[in-house]
């Protein structure tokens, strides 16, 4: 209708005068935040308890224990290095501070008979070859126990994190770049892949890795059974076994083969310390038996030859640093890493930060202190559950 545009323009400005007029549409005046003016916004706090303005989100929280807090973290970290739990002392847990003590008499003991076999061997070889392998009891021991005392104190009641329930199992897919430094190989650059199959009660794991110049490649299948399982999948007993194949192409080309079997644990320190909830310290020993040969074109090339028996051990320390974010750290021995497998050293320090995404991909990173230097990242993506 020729009519109909003007109507409705009528129509519109009666109803907008209309709406001026009556009270219907009129809002009262304001600040556009919709806040009250700063002068009244205190009154709105008047009256009500502690308790009630928790419940809606407000967060209080004392200077004066952030201090406390800040004074055990300095004391755990400069006279806890002698007089280990002296920072939860100062924060009035006594239990703590006695369980870490008499952790760190536990480590130095471990620590002075690998000294004494060292310094002054028994002349049994079944007995003296023991040495590396106390000096790494009585180090990771010692070093465990300190850093309980610092991140204990540090983070305190605040140490109750949730456990991230993000892929705890299921499919995982790694792809990753690794730099390698070793003192005396000429290696840098490798790439490597990894697959998981995660679950409550065990996991399969199969990594392979390839030096970018083809002098080396680790090829390496491993699985863990947990019998017991506690609430907490922090807290479990499991057996391990490892298989893995090396080839090294460089210098003197040659193979090995090794196995090896072994007890793991973990603990949910919040089991012993409630402030502790979600510092997890675990613990791995086995035995370990390898087999060489070198190549057809060395000079020395022959059959296959009995390389002898390790024990791989590993004492770890992790802790949900958020629900995303996971530190690791961890003192190995023996775990057949190419790098880190030199039984003439007494342990390897390796630190692991791994980040776990809302979506399907996670990133990792990694970095271990062996015969050289090795640091790498990787992305991990995990398949379905």
Request: charged share 20%.
């Amino acid at each position: 209708m020729p009519g109909s545009p003007r109507v409705a323009a009528l129509g519109l400005a009666l109803l907008m005068t209309f709406s001026s007029t009556s009270g219907w549409a009129q809002a009262p005046e304001g600040p556009a935040d919709g806040l009250a003016p700063q002068e009244e916004r205190g009154d709105a706090l008047q009256g009500r308890d502690r308790a009630a303005l928790e419940a809606e989100g407000f967060v209080f929280e004392s200077t004066v224990e952030q201090r406390q807090r800040a004074h055990a973290t300095l004391l755990a970290a400069s006279a806890g290095l002698v007089v280990h739990g002296v920072g939860h002392w100062y924060l009035e847990e006594p239990r703590t501070a006695y369980f870490l003590a008499g952790t760190e008499l536990v480590g130095l003991t471990m620590l002075a008979g690998g000294l004494v076999l060292k310094l002054r061997p028994t002349g049994a070889p079944n007995v003296d070859r023991f040495d590396n392998d106390l000096l790494f009891l009585g180090i990771s021991t010692l070093g465990s126990s300190w850093m309980v005392d610092v991140l204990g104190t540090a983070y305190h009641d605040n140490l109750g994190v949730p456990t991230s329930t993000r892929r705890h199992h299921g499919l995982g897919i790694h792809l990753g770049y690794e730099y390698i430094r070793p003192t005396n190989l000429s290696m840098r650059h490798v790439a490597a892949a990894q697959a998981y199959w995660r679950r409550r009660t065990y996991d399969i794991d199969l990594r392979v890795a390839q030096e970018l110049s083809l002098g080396m490649s680790d090829y390496r299948l491993g699985g863990v059974w947990r019998p017991w399982v506690a609430a907490s999948p922090e807290t479990s007993i499991g057996v391990a076994l490892q298989g893995g194949f090396l080839q090294y192409r460089l210098d003197r080309p040659y193979e090995r083969l090794r196995g090896a079997v072994g007890v793991v644990g973990s603990l949910n320190l919040g089991r012993l310390f409630p402030h502790l909830d979600q510092m997890a310290l675990g613990a791995q020993v086995g035995l370990a038996l390898r087999a060489f040969r070198f190549s057809p074109e060395s000079l020395t090339g022959t059959g296959w030859r009995w390389g002898g028996w390790t024990v791989p051990m590993r004492v770890q320390l992790g802790l949900n640093l958020t629900d995303e974010l996971r530190f690791l750290a961890a003192f190995e021995r023996g775990q057949g890493d190419w790098l880190l497998s030199s039984n003439s050293r007494i342990g390897v320090p390796v630190f692991r930060l791994h980040y776990r995404s809302t979506s399907r991909l996670d990133l990792r990173f990694f970095a271990a202190f062996g015969d050289g230097v090795s640091a790498g990242a990787g992305l991990v993506f995990w398949a379905g559950e």
